[in-house]
Nanobody
């Protein structure tokens, strides 16, 4: 089993920055990819960004490219999501997820965190 714990959500104004973190524990050696997803009220969960533990390859949703940066600290088993130039449409519950393949499809992720709320006021 793998446990994921997110932190860092909060309330910010449009244009502000916010950082999220996700720390993994347990049988993490079986995992290759960490992803961030988000879900706004009344909407489906959508992919935000991913990063691989080994090579550090990254991939972003078009809606956040150039504004969000995903990074990792292997020693701490922690993945970060730095969000800049936040927009009201970025408001959602943000989830980190762990999986074995480098894909943006949420169904390919095996473990999920509890989520952290990001609210962006206009």
């Amino acid at each position: 089993q793998v446990q994921l714990v997110e932190s860092g959500g909060g309330l910010v104004q449009a244009g502000d920055s916010l950082g999220l973190s996700c720390t993994a524990s347990g049988r993490t050696f079986s995992l290759n990819t960490m992803g961030w997803f988000r879900q706004a009220p009344g909407k489906e969960r959508e992919f935000v960004a991913l990063i691989t533990w080994s090579g550090g390859g990254t991939y972003y949703a078009d809606s956040v490219k150039g504004r969000f940066t995903i990074s990792k600290d292997n020693a701490k088993n922690t993945v970060y999501l730095q969000m800049n130039s936040l927009k009201p449409e970025d408001a959602a519950i943000y989830y980190c997820a762990a999986g074995r393949v480098m894909m943006s499809d949420s169904s390919r992720y095996d473990y999920w965190g509890q989520g952290t709320q990001v609210t962006v006021s206009s």
